[in-house]
């Protein structure tokens, strides 16, 4: 097999073997099963810097390297019924985020940039609601060390829950996944961010804290959960939305 070859099956094969990416991506596992992902990407990555410092005709075969994972995201999709297509673009753009484009970008060769960018190039006008980004390593497993979701963070510690704990994980692929791809996700997830540690702040002082946050859990979180669950994840996002919207109102600027 020449360059050419290995590269274009080597990036069609970027999204294989990752069944459930959400089973992985927790704190103890993400960083040796980085790892693990990312010597398995050296031959295509081998093959593609070769390529790049010998071919006049980079852009073109950085459009052919692109092209071919994009199609195997297609396969993916196509393979799967219709209503569960969302929750395979959910596992598929988690993949991406946090396995495809930081091994491209741990790389370091002369064509790992022009790489990543034009992969993202590529899968905007494939996949137009999606809003991926490109992150180091480095940069997602700092993730594990902040409070992702602080609501629900707050409300899983009072239930004595991890902070690995399904729930959590399942929230947060929902955010790095569906909701990070929608118009305007990001910035709604930025403004979540600027509210929330005030709102759990407050909660936290009062007396009743931990019947409060029974409350939140039974009347927003469970609910949200079982939407993911079963595919409503437009349905979970206005939940969601209104759980914030209503926990600002009620507790945001309590004394």
Avoid at 10 to 25: K, Q, T, W, Y
Avoid at 34 to 41: I, L
Avoid at 47 to 73: N, W
Wanted: aromatic share 10%.
């Amino acid at each position: 097999m020449n360059e050419y070859q290995t590269g274009i099956e080597g990036m069609r094969g970027l999204l294989d073997g990752m069944e459930n990416p959400l089973a992985s991506f927790t704190k103890a596992l993400y960083g040796d099963r980085f790892q693990a992902y990312y010597q398995e990407c050296i031959p295509a990555l081998d093959a593609i810097e070769a390529l790049y410092g010998r071919v006049s005709e980079k852009d073109q075969m950085l459009a052919d390297m692109s092209g071919a994972l994009v199609e195997s995201a297609n396969t993916r999709l196509a393979a799967c019924r219709k209503r569960q297509r969302e929750a395979e673009m959910i596992d598929i753009s988690l993949i991406m985020a946090v396995y495809v484009l930081p091994s491209i970008l741990r790389y370091e060769g002369e064509s790992s940039r022009p790489l990543c960018d034009r992969v993202l190039a590529d899968w905007k006008e494939a996949f137009p609601k999606s809003n991926l980004t490109a992150a180091t390593f480095e940069e997602v497993e700092k993730g594990f060390h902040r409070k992702f979701c602080y609501i629900t963070t707050a409300v899983c510690t009072s239930r004595d829950l991890p902070d690995d704990c399904y729930e959590l994980q399942l929230l947060r692929s929902y955010r790095d996944g569906y909701l990070s791809s929608r118009e305007d996700g990001a910035a709604e997830i930025r403004a979540y961010y600027d509210v929330a540690p005030t709102i759990v702040k407050h909660i936290d002082r009062r007396a009743d804290s931990a019947a409060v946050y029974r409350s939140i859990f039974t009347d927003y979180i469970r609910p949200c959960l079982t939407m993911i669950e079963e595919g409503r994840f437009e349905d979970c996002r206005v939940l969601y939305r209104r759980m914030v919207e209503e926990l600002k109102e009620r507790y945001f600027y309590s004394a």
